[in-house]
Nanobody
Framework: QVQLVESGGGLVQAGGSLRLSCAVS????????LAWFRRAPEKEREFVAG????????DYADSVKGRFTISRDNAKNTVYLQVNSLKPEDTAVYYC????????????????????WGQGTQVTVSS
């Protein structure tokens, strides 16, 4: 397993942007696919975006396509989530997650398949 620490959340007005970061510690960072999930108040945690271990494949929830971008910097052991055109319904705690990625060609959206999680970072969007 690896350890994950998120940062970059905050309070922003609708239409604004943030860049969330997730620092990943562990010697086998490059073996892991990474993803962002979120949990809004009184809702289940949901998949937001994911990226394979090489960065060659990404996937997004329909609700964020065209507004959010996931990327990873393997030299810095960090995954990012650029969130633009934020809406009040994007308000949630955002979690970074990791899973070993032996196949490197498909993004897994099921949270049960991820075995390492960060503590979360709060994003609040005001209208």
């Amino acid at each position: 397993q690896v350890q994950l620490v998120e940062s970059g959340g905050g309070l922003v007005q609708a239409g604004g942007s943030l860049r969330l970061s997730c620092a990943v510690s562990g010697r086998t960072y490059s073996s892991y696919a990474l993803a962002w999930f979120r949990r809004a108040p009184e809702k289940e945690r949901e998949f937001v975006a994911g990226i394979t271990r090489s960065g060659g494949h990404t996937d997004y929830a329909d609700s964020v396509k065209g507004r959010f971008t996931i990327s990873r910097d393997n030299a810095k052991n960090t995954v990012y989530l650029q969130v633009n055109s934020l809406k009040p319904e994007d308000t949630a705690v955002y979690y970074c997650a990791a899973r070993l990625d032996p196949f490197n060609y498909v993004v897994i959206t099921n949270e049960d398949r991820y075995d390492s999680w960060g503590q979360g970072t709060q994003v609040t969007v005001s209208s």
